[in-house]
């Protein structure tokens, strides 16, 4: 039996062994990669420049498009160099690096939309008092609890990881290194690992989930007691591109991450986790941006500025 320390590298086998299928595959994932990346740039560059978009909520946006930024780039860049050249090993200790980043910022990503789900409850709901509750140095202190709690929570399996044993196999049934196939192939009674993992992701998934119903819920109690109707229809389009991304985000990761056991068969094809790592990451900002007013004149302002500096 060898230990970890014997083990250089893994091989990821990816989501098919066809060639043309691999190109189509390469050629979407390519397409989505590029687009993710371009249309979060585009908001984090508009809340950085726009000074009608320096309020909590575009704040929380603008971290919101880093993180989703940083989540499929941990993924997918590399997924598309092993296309490429056809090299599908990836070295231990990388392996283990994309891993903690992958859930660092997944994890984070759940925690900040529900910190931009009490930014809606407070504007809503407690409206006179928002400035004072949301200014500048709580919703920087909410971004760094974000990312603090995440930290806590993946350090304690994260550790235990590191002194898995493969003895069997260093193939990894999957096109990056994600924490069930990876608990698949080590022949290390991995029980507490898997157990920890379910446990934290069941209630983030949960604690976060139920802090965005009941504050929707607070949301639309108030909304519906608005006397307008042009002003519950302002105020439920704030809030339809938020449940737009948490409908998406937490639909797809639930569906594909919460299983009873790492070891077991595989019930879901690894082919849905394409919808996470790179399909949402794409739709996100072109969610915000046709949904809300505000980042659409920014944004034309943004590209009338473009021209006209071009002509000149």
């Known amino acids: 039996m060898r230990n970890h320390t014997a083990l250089t590298t893994f091989i990821l086998l990816g989501l098919t062994e066809d060639p043309q299928l691999q190109i189509l595959i390469f050629v979407f994932l390519l397409i989505t990669y590029i687009l993710s990346v371009t249309g979060n740039l585009t908001i984090i560059f508009l809340t950085l420049v726009d000074v009608h ?107 235990l990881a590191l002194h898995l044993e493969f003895c069997d196999s260093n193939v990894i049934d999957h096109f990056f290194c994600d924490a069930n196939p990876l608990l698949k192939v080590s022949c290390t009674d991995t029980w507490i690992i898997e157990l920890m993992t379910l446990v934290g992701s069941v209630l983030i998934f949960i604690m976060t989930l139920v802090c965005v119903v009941v504050s929707y819920m607070y949301i639309i109690r108030i909304i519906l007691r608005f006397p307008s109707a042009q002003q519950r229809k302002k105020a439920f389009s704030t809030c339809s591109s938020h449940i737009i991304v948490v409908s998406i985000t937490y639909g797809s990761c639930i569906f594909v991450y919460i299983k009873p056991s790492a070891k077991d068969e595989m019930t879901i094809n690894k082919g849905v986790t394409i919808l996470p790592t790179s399909i949402s990451p794409m739709l996100n900002p072109f ?23 071009s002509k000149h």
């Not at 880093?66 to 200790?93: K, Q, V, W």
């Not at 941006?289 to 034309?300: E, H, M, P, S």
């Open 287 to 309: 969610i915000y941006t046709l949904r809300n007013k505000q980042v659409k004149q920014a944004f034309n302002d943004l590209v009338k500025r473009i021209l006209l500096f």
């Open 53 to 159: 978009l320096k309020t909590a909520m575009y704040f929380f946006l603008q971290n919101f498009s880093f993180l989703e930024i940083s989540f499929t780039s941990a993924c997918i860049p590399r997924f598309l160099y092993s296309i490429l050249t056809g090299d599908r090993t990836i070295t231990y200790n990388a392996c283990l690096s994309q891993l903690f980043l992958i859930y660092l910022f997944a994890i984070t990503e759940f925690f900040l939309l529900t910190t931009m789900f009490y930014d809606r409850y407070v504007a809503i709901c407690k409206s006179l008092h928002y400035m004072n509750i949301m200014n500048h140095s709580t919703y920087k202190r909410l971004i760094l609890g974000c990312w603090i709690i995440t930290l806590l929570i993946i350090f304690p399996p994260f550790i």
